[in-house]
């Protein structure tokens, strides 16, 4: 006789809103947006120690072992998720609703079932596209720990628990917070007081740096372009034969060629980057020249690995199709 196996973990349920809009608007642009967006909120829940459970259509289900690094991983995936959206047409953008809970659940292999499954995936129903709604167990381990606002909702009818579940909309960005319907209770728990917004930052500066908008990424290389010229200048006033601004100056460029990879809507963003770097190899192998073209190997290394990832590509897209309703 088998036992059911149950576990207290943290659910990340999220999905796209409007999303069989985007797919009538285009079939195959949505799918492989929906490819890149999946690869960076894969990418941030594992550096926050999360795992995929599953993903369907255009849902994705995560658990984590920490409560603070689910919220923490579901704010920087929209962080993130935004700086995408910003460079592309407002009628095209993804906006992923995410919606999080503390609960027990059941285990069957590597996927997970139950109420707190079932919670996190309501909870995300009521959360704004682009937003992020929590329940009250998720609040009572964050509420101190995570440099967020947090507006109270109301209670959230979910089947099977009687007394509804208290839900939080955590306050980031512009995302605004969705109406609950009239059924909900109007009345803050346990008297508790709204949080303030505070700034949330879990990211370093380079990582940043590599996500900003196209109006800050025009500011940002302008400001490289000034100390690119002071540096040439300092060059030319203390001459002595040889042009070492060159080098600097490269490195530069290859900043502001990895700003573009990271927000451009044109290409995979992996690509993207591996074009870059291949790029800066030849330029140095001109730079230091010596009679042989020693990055043909690099070059060939980085076409291999831009094929093997345009060959995933396709896979996966095909993949989600054959999963689409």
Not at 116 to 122: H, L, Y
Not at 186 to 215: C, I, N, V
Not at 283 to 289: G, K, P, Q, R, V
Request: aromatic share 8%; charged share 20%.
């Amino acid at each position: 006789m088998s036992v059911t196996q149950r576990k207290l973990t943290t659910i990340l349920s999220a999905d796209v809103q409007g999303y069989s809009r985007l797919m009538e608007a285009d079939e195959e642009g949505t799918l492989g947006t929906l490819e890149q967006y999946r690869d960076s909120m894969a990418r941030l829940i594992a550096s926050h120690g999360g795992r995929v459970v599953n993903t369907w259509g255009d849902g994705l289900l995560a658990e984590f072992p920490s409560v603070v690094e689910a919220v923490r991983a579901a704010v920087d995936t929209q962080n993130e998720l935004a700086e995408h959206n910003a460079g592309r047409p407002t009628t095209s953008r993804m906006l992923f609703r995410i919606g999080i809970n503390l609960g027990d659940v059941i285990v069957e292999g590597d996927d997970l079932y139950g109420d707190g499954v079932n919670i996190a995936a309501r909870l995300q129903t009521q959360a704004a596209p682009g937003g992020i709604v929590i329940s009250n167990t998720v609040y009572d381990q964050v509420r101190n720990k995570v440099a967020v606002g947090f507006d109270f909702l109301g209670n959230l009818s979910v089947k099977n628990i009687h007394e509804g579940v208290p839900s939080y909309a955590v306050r980031i960005g512009e995302a605004a917070v969705e109406p609950l319907p009239a059924s909900s209770s109007p009345e803050r728990p346990f008297g508790r007081p709204p949080e303030t917004a505070l700034p949330y930052r879990s990211k370093p500066f380079w990582d940043g740096l590599f996500a900003l908008r196209p109006a800050r990424v025009g500011r940002k290389a302008s400001v490289l372009g000034v100390i690119a010229l002071a540096i040439v200048a300092v060059n030319l006033l203390s001459w002595n034969g040889t042009f070492w601004a060159v080098w600097p100056l490269l490195a530069f460029a290859v900043v502001i060629g990895l700003v573009w990879a990271k927000s451009t809507p044109l290409v995979d963003t992996s690509v993207a980057s591996l074009g870059v770097i291949a790029a800066s190899i030849v330029a140095i192998n001109l730079l230091t020249w010596h009679g042989e073209f020693w990055a043909k190997w690099p070059l060939l290394g980085l076409a291999i690995v831009a094929a093997l990832r345009l060959a995933a590509s396709r896979g996966a897209r095909r993949d989600a199709a054959g999963r689409l309703p």
